[in-house]
C-alpha cells in the first residue's frame, strides 16, 4: 500500500508518541489529521451535527505536534462511514485536512480533502439585497473563484467573498 | 437544455460573437417578415421595479415578431406588494406565457426565477448585478459603427463607481483582444479597484484622468453615464464635479469622423442637447439597437432560427 509507506513524518512518529497521547490509535474509524491548530473545534462542530453521526463516538485532540503545521488538531471517529456531505463540510472550516481510513490499526485509504468547487446550501449569502437571504425555500450556491485565497462567489447575487467573511448555514437548523 | 440570459459573465467570447451576428440579421429582415416569426408567443414582462425604456424596448421587440406581451411594472398594483413570494409570482406568470423578462431591484432574482420557471428567463436587470441585454446592445452598438470591437480604444466618463452598465461592458469588453480603456471621472466615483486590476491583468491598457477632454482625445468612442447627486453627502461637490463632465458639441470639434459618444440614456445634462446635431450622437442609434439584440435573444432563447 503506497499511502502506508509514504514518508509521511507525523505518521512515523505517531507509534513513538503514543504513549504520550492522549488519544490511543484506534481499530477501525477515520482520523482527520493535520487540523491547523485552533480550527479542530470547528470540525467538531462540522461533523457532529449531521444526521447519522449523532451515535459515533468522537475523540478530539488539540494543539499535538506536526513537523508540517508546527501544532495541530486531530479528531478520531468511530465509523468508517463519513457521508460526502460531511466531508465537503470539512473542507469548508478548516483548509487541506488529511482522511485516514483506518482498518485493523492500519491506514487502509488516505487523501487530502481539496477546497470544493461548489458548496450548495452551508453558506449564507453577506450581500444584504441578495435574493438568497428573501425567499424562503431557497438553495445557496456558492462557486470556488480562487482556491488559494480561498475565495467564492454567490450563484445568484455573483458577489465574491472570502470564505471566512461567510457565516455557515447549520445543519441543525 | 432550456435557454436563459442571466449575466454576462455566462457567456463566452463566441457566444457575446454569436448574439452580434444573429442581431445583425434580425435587422436586416424587413418588418413584413420578421412580424410572423413569434406569432402565438406570449412574453411576460415582469417589471418588479420601473424601468420604462428597458420594457418599451422588449415590448416593441416582442410585437414587431409578431407576438403578445402580459405583464406588470407597477409592483404596487400587484400580489407581490400583499406579500406573494417571488417564486410563487414567477411560478404563477409562467403559465401565462412563453418566455419571461424580469426586473427586480434585489440581487440574484432572475438566477432564482431559472430554478423554478419551465420557459426561458431574460435577465433585465437585477439590482446592481447584471443587465446582460444592455451589453450585448452596447456591444452591438460599437460592432455597428466600427465593424469591430478588438483594438478599440473607449472612453468612459461619469460615474465608474456605481455604474451596473459600465462595469458590465468593461466585463465583456475585456474577452476581446488589445481594447484600450480611457477613464475620466471624479474622484469619489473612479472605477473600483478590481476591475482596473482585472482589465491590467488581462493585458488591457487602461488610462485614468480627471478631464473629459482626455477621454474625447484619441478614442473612438466616448461611453457617459449619469452623475447621480445622491452619490455626493455634499450638494456643493456634487455641483462642482457633475459642471465637469457635461458634453458640448464645441468640445467634439476635430474629432476624427468616425468618433461616437454613447449613452444609456435615460441623460440628465450631462450631453448637451447641441450634440445631438452632430455626426458623433449614436445615442439614439443605440436605442435602436436595443430593439434588434432584444429580438435576436427573444428569437434565441425559443429557439427560432434565422
Ligand atoms: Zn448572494
Redesign the interface.
Known amino acids: 500500500m503506497s499511502d502506508a509507506r509514504h514518508p509521511d513524518s507525523d505518521d512515523r512518529r505517531e507509534s513513538d508518541r503514543r504513549t504520550t497521547e492522549l488519544i490511543p490509535k484506534i481499530e477501525q474509524g477515520i482520523v482527520i489529521d493535520h487540523i491547523p491548530a485552533g480550527r479542530g473545534v470547528h470540525v467538531l462542530a462540522a461533523v457532529r451535527g449531521y444526521p447519522g453521526m449523532e451515535n459515533t463516538l468522537i475523540s478530539v485532540g488539540l494543539n499535538y505536534a506536526s513537523t508540517k503545521l508546527g501544532k495541530k488538531d486531530i479528531l478520531k471517529l468511530s465509523t468508517t462511514n463519513m457521508p460526502d456531505e460531511v466531508i465537503e463540510h470539512v473542507a469548508l472550516v478548516a483548509p487541506r485536512v488529511s482522511i485516514k481510513r483506518i482498518c485493523d490499526y492500519q491506514v487502509d485509504k488516505k487523501y487530502v480533502i481539496e477546497f470544493p468547487q461548489t458548496i450548495s446550501n452551508k453558506l449564507r449569502?453577506r450581500?444584504s439585497?441578495?435574493?438568497?437571504n428573501?425567499?424562503?425555500?431557497?438553495?445557496t450556491v456558492f462557486r470556488c473563484f480562487d482556491s488559494m485565497t480561498r475565495q467564492v462567489k454567490?450563484?445568484?447575487?455573483?458577489?465574491i467573498f472570502f470564505l471566512d467573511e461567510l457565516d455557515l448555514i447549520r445543519a441543525t437548523d | 437544455m432550456r435557454r436563459d440570459l442571466i449575466?454576462i459573465?455566462d457567456l463566452t467570447l463566441a457566444e457575446l460573437n454569436d448574439y452580434l451576428g444573429f442581431a445583425a440579421r434580425v435587422e436586416s429582415m424587413s418588418e413584413t417578415d420578421k412580424v410572423t416569426l413569434l406569432r402565438g408567443k406570449v412574453l411576460a414582462v415582469m417589471f418588479f421595479e420601473p424601468s420604462t425604456r428597458t420594457r418599451l424596448s422588449f415590448e416593441t421587440a416582442m410585437q414587431r415578431l409578431g407576438g403578445g406581451v402580459v405583464g406588470f411594472s407597477d409592483i404596487l398594483a400587484t400580489s407581490v406588494k400583499k406579500g406573494e413570494?417571488?417564486?410563487d409570482t414567477i411560478r404563477t406568470v409562467e403559465c401565462y406565457s412563453d418566455v419571461l423578462v424580469c426586473r427586480?431591484?434585489?440581487?440574484?432574482?432572475a438566477?432564482?426565477a431559472t430554478?423554478v420557471s419551465r420557459i426561458p428567463v431574460i435577465n433585465a436587470g437585477?439590482?446592481?448585478?447584471?443587465h446582460p441585454t444592455q451589453t450585448l446592445l452596447d456591444l452591438y452598438t460599437l460592432q455597428k459603427f466600427f465593424g469591430k470591437i478588438d483594438g478599440l480604444k473607449i472612453s468612459f466618463a461619469g460615474d465608474l463607481k456605481y455604474s451596473r452598465t459600465v462595469h458590465s461592458l468593461l466585463h465583456a469588453l475585456m474577452k476581446y483582444e488589445g481594447v484600450e480603456f480611457i477613464l475620466a471621472s471624479p474622484e469619489l466615483l473612479e472605477l473600483p479597484e478590481y476591475l482596473k486590476l482585472e482589465a491590467r491583468r488581462r493585458g488591457h491598457t487602461l488610462h485614468e484622468t480627471r478631464d473629459l477632454m482626455e477621454a474625447v482625445r484619441g478614442a473612438d468612442c466616448l461611453y457617459m453615464t449619469r452623475i447621480q447627486q445622491e452619490r455626493f453627502p455634499d450638494p456643493i461637490e456634487y455641483d462642482m464635479v457633475k459642471g465637469a463632465y457635461v458634453l458640448n458639441a464645441a468640445m467634439l470639434r476635430g474629432c476624427p469622423a468616425h468618433f461616437k459618444v454613447l449613452h444609456p440614456l435615460p441623460r440628465l445634462n450631462e450631453i448637451a442637447t447641441d450634440v445631438d446635431a452632430t455626426r458623433h450622437a449614436g445615442y439614439f442609434e443605440q436605442v435602436l439597437n436595443g430593439v434588434y439584440m432584444r429580438q435576436a435573444i427573444l428569437l434565441d432563447v425559443l429557439e427560432v432560427t434565422l
Open positions: 449569502c450581500n439585497n441578495c435574493i438568497t428573501y425567499e424562503d425555500r431557497v438553495t454567490c450563484g445568484h447575487c455573483e458577489r | 449575466s459573465d413570494s417571488f417564486l427586480h431591484p434585489k440581487e440574484g432574482t438566477r432564482l430554478e437585477d439590482g446592481t448585478n447584471q
